[in-house]
């Protein structure tokens, strides 16, 4: 899948069962491996990930690139854990 980074930002990302996630807010590169390390999703959905946290899906999950981002793989759920004073999202399988 060659692309420019910036034209994954605003896609919609969707399950292979064709789920919404979210939108791309941001790309997170590998730099020491050059390579796309995750994708930072916002307005994600309640219904997949508790309280509608943005998440970080690794690029390795992702299927398939075009008008919209298909994932190989996503959690059933993803649960926000409190730690400390924040709150930090953790994925679950």
Request: hydrophobic share 40%; glycine share 8%; proline share 6%.
């Amino acid at each position: 899948m060659d692309a420019e980074v910036t034209s994954f930002i605003n896609l919609p990302v969707y399950t292979n069962g064709g789920k919404y996630v979210g939108v791309v807010q941001n790309v997170i590169l590998d730099l020491p491996n050059r390579r796309v390390g995750s994708l930072l999703l916002t307005r994600t959905s309640p219904k997949l990930v508790e309280g509608g946290y943005n998440v970080a899906v690794p690029y390795r999950w992702v299927a398939s690139v075009g008008d919209i981002v298909i994932l190989s793989h996503f959690p059933d759920k993803v649960v926000a854990t409190p730690k400390g004073d924040k709150e930090e999202v953790a994925l679950t399988a």
